[in-house]
């Protein structure tokens, strides 16, 4: 199978896939949700996996951020063969290269936003100062409010700001704006392409809203666990420009 490069540069990948697959059993009933996938991921870049439910596109990026293992295939983080990783490196790799933010942002409900960051700094080797994080994500006046006092949107601001304080090098993303207003989606999308374009991460975002895929630098579509296609965009869009 031919290798997706997803931005076209000779550059040392900082994420390598090859031929990488997953299948459920249920039973004596087994559900393939990925086929072969054959992917590289560069540094710096914002990238969009694009498809409907059931793509596999959230199973990808539980792969990638080593909460799940592939049932087939090899991958890569920079030289180091992530499918050979004992319990111990895999740790170390969900610790200190990867941050993670979800669409239903798991805040702890009884911890302010200062806590509730704090927590990820507390694991981190390298952390961001927890008041810095906050002052990313614009939230430096709701620094001891609890989850309960804040708006949706807060909410998942003090989740990317979580992420962010762990200074991993990779954002991973799942439908970061799936529960927000149409205004709001567009604020977090400008965060997360700050935290790419300013503060050198690789930001990678799942979602069904083929509109997010205006503001990457490269764009994937998995349609029943395969990639169907593969571009870069070599002007993204700004993402107070976009419509969905």
């Known amino acids: 199978m031919s290798e997706t490069t997803v931005n076209g540069t000779d550059a040392a990948p900082i994420l390598r896939l090859e031929e990488v697959g997953k299948t459920?059993?249920?039973g004596e009933v087994a559900v393939e949700v990925l086929r072969d996938v054959t992917l590289r991921i560069h540094d710096r870049q914002v990238l969009a996996i694009l498809g409907p439910s059931g793509s596999g596109k959230s199973t990808l990026l539980n792969i990638i951020g080593g909460l799940d293992s592939?049932?087939?295939?090899?991958?890569?983080y920079r030289d180091r063969?992530?499918?050979?990783?004992?319990?111990?490196?895999?740790?170390?790799?969900?610790?200190?290269?990867?941050?993670?933010?979800?669409?239903?942002?798991?805040?702890?409900p009884n911890l302010t936003a200062r806590e509730n960051v704090m927590v990820s700094t507390e694991i981190s080797r390298r952390p961001l100062d927890v008041d810095q994080a906050l002052e990313l994500v614009g939230l430096s006046d709701r620094a001891e409010h609890f989850p309960s006092q804040m708006s949706g949107?807060?909410?998942?601001?003090?989740?990317?700001?979580r992420a962010?304080?762990?200074?991993?090098?990779?954002?991973?993303?799942?439908?970061?704006?799936?529960?927000?207003?149409?205004a709001t989606g567009k604020r977090v999308l400008r965060l997360l392409v700050d935290a790419c374009r300013n503060l050198g991460k690789t930001v990678i975002i799942i979602t069904h809203n083929a509109a997010i895929a205006d503001v990457a630098d490269h764009v994937i579509r998995?349609?029943?666990?395969?990639?169907?296609?593969?571009?870069?965009?070599?002007?993204p869009a700004p993402p107070e420009e976009i419509t969905w």
Not at 166 to 182: Q, V, Y
């Open 24 to 26: 459920y059993h249920m």
């Open 70 to 76: 592939a049932s087939h295939g090899r991958l890569w």
């Open 81 to 108: 063969e992530m499918t050979k990783f004992n319990a111990r490196e895999l740790t170390a790799y969900r610790r200190d290269v990867v941050g993670f933010v979800f669409q239903f942002y798991n805040l702890v």
């Open 153 to 161: 949107g807060e909410q998942q601001r003090v989740a990317i700001a």
């Open 164 to 182: 962010l304080a762990k200074n991993p090098e990779i954002l991973l993303c799942d439908e970061p704006t799936g529960a927000l207003d149409f």
């Open 222 to 235: 998995l349609r029943s666990g395969e990639i169907v296609e593969a571009h870069d965009n070599p002007t």
